[in-house]
Nanobody, 117 residues
Framework: QAQLVESGGGLVQAGESLRLSCAVSGLTFGNYNMYWYRQAPGKQRELVAT???????NHVDSVKGRFTISRDNAKNTVYLQMNSLKPEDTGVYYC???????????WGQGTQVAVSS
């Protein structure tokens, strides 16, 4: 059974860094595009960053220059390096795996990030 497990969240002060990890099991990791989303309290879940099977990345404007998504196919893991954190980055961060050709989408349980000012 496929499973995505996020880790690395926590409480930090503004300007500090965190590195989120999403360990994937039960599927062929290299066949999936990977995404990081976040959901702030009282708001809808929003896309943060994407990385394709080939490693091409994209980051939303609000995190460009501060966050970096990467993947290690040997470890079946996707990362989100978050630098210069701001209070508005606070939320639950979710990992998402998508195989578009088969319409498969899988989610992790989320990891909490809290940034104090």
């Amino acid at each position: 059974q496929a499973q995505l497990v996020e880790s690395g969240g926590g409480l930090v002060q503004a300007g500090e860094s965190l590195r989120l990890s999403c360990a994937v099991s039960g599927l062929t990791f290299g066949n999936y595009n990977m995404y990081w989303y976040r959901q702030a309290p009282g708001k809808q879940r929003e896309l943060v960053a994407t990385i394709s099977r080939s490693g091409r990345t994209n980051h939303v404007d609000s995190v460009k220059g501060r966050f970096t998504i990467s993947r290690d196919n040997a470890k079946n893991t996707v990362y989100l390096q978050m630098n210069s954190l701001k209070p508005e980055d606070t939320g639950v961060y979710y990992c998402n795996a998508v195989r578009w050709t088969e319409c498969i989408t899988l989610w992790g349980q989320g990891t909490q990030v809290a940034v104090s000012s």
